[in-house]
């Protein structure tokens, strides 16, 4: 008689295990976001979650999170400048895009048709287009105060070290420039010529 219940709930217990482990294999997420986590800016903490079609921006209020912004785009945050958050989106096969967020306020700002990559004060770089590989991209200078966008003409790679601008420009079929700004877009300096025999594309 003891050998028949310990059967029982040996096969009742088996059966519970499978029960919960379908349930458990069931509730897992369908989908993985592409980018997600929290980030801190001036003293608050903010989570970002986006997927392909969508961003939301939740920010810390003791120990929950509440919607300030969120929008039918793709974006990624980029950094802040005064009371401004800034994201960017878009790329090599969608236009760009760049959205602000002003702290203590609800909802996204569109800011203009390019991808912000970096800033050293107010000065802002990036791409108002990116192309495929191998091709060159349209650089850009962008002024967070005067919302002023400067074109730069094609080339990769746009960076700052230290409070410098450097990237290199496409000149013609057959030579780049590394080029070199001071972060305002001033003082634009050659710093190295590179030539090819084989068309730069």
């Given at each position: 008689?003891?050998?028949?219940?310990?059967?029982?709930?040996?096969?009742?217990?088996?059966?519970?295990?499978?029960?919960?482990?379908?349930?458990?294999?069931?509730?897992?997420?369908?989908?993985?976001?592409?980018?997600s986590?929290?980030?801190?800016?001036?003293?608050?903490?903010?989570?970002?979650?986006?997927?392909?079609?969508?961003?939301?921006?939740?920010?810390?209020?003791?120990?929950?999170?509440?919607?300030?912004?969120?929008?039918?785009?793709?974006?990624?945050?980029?950094f802040?400048?005064?009371?401004?958050?800034?994201?960017?989106?878009?790329g090599e096969?969608?236009?760009?895009?760049t959205?602000?967020?002003?702290?203590?306020?609800?909802?996204?700002?569109?800011?203009?048709?390019f991808?912000?990559?970096?800033?050293?004060?107010?000065?802002?770089?990036?791409?108002?287009?990116?192309?495929?590989?191998?091709?060159?991209?349209?650089?850009?200078?962008?002024?967070?105060?005067?919302?002023?966008?400067?074109?730069?003409?094609?080339?990769c790679?746009?960076?700052?070290?230290?409070?410098?601008?450097?990237?290199?420009?496409?000149?013609?079929?057959?030579?780049m420039?590394?080029?070199?700004?001071?972060?305002?877009?001033?003082?634009?300096r050659?710093?190295?010529?590179?030539?090819?025999?084989?068309?730069?594309?």
């Amino acid at each position: 008689m003891k050998k028949i219940l310990m059967k029982k709930k040996t096969l009742m217990l088996t059966g519970i295990f499978m029960i919960l482990l379908l349930v458990g294999v069931s509730l897992r997420p369908s989908t993985v976001k592409a980018d997600s986590g929290t980030f801190r800016v001036n003293g608050r903490t903010y989570y970002i979650s986006n997927d392909m079609y969508s961003t939301v921006l939740y920010q810390k209020t003791g120990y929950n999170y509440r919607l300030v912004a969120s929008i039918g785009k793709n974006m990624n945050y980029k950094f802040s400048y005064g009371n401004k958050l800034y994201f960017s989106g878009g790329g090599e096969w969608t236009s760009c895009y760049t959205y602000s967020y002003t702290v203590g306020k609800k909802g996204f700002n569109r800011v203009g048709s390019f991808f912000l990559k970096s800033h050293r004060s107010r000065y802002a770089i990036g791409y108002t287009d990116i192309a495929g590989d191998p091709s060159p991209s349209s650089l850009c200078m962008f002024n967070l105060s005067s919302r002023k966008l400067t074109r730069i003409g094609k080339g990769c790679d746009i960076k700052f070290i230290g409070n410098k601008i450097y990237y290199a420009a496409v000149k013609n079929k057959y030579t780049m420039q590394i080029i070199r700004r001071n972060a305002n877009g001033s003082g634009k300096r050659v710093v190295k010529t590179i030539k090819t025999s084989r068309i730069i594309s």
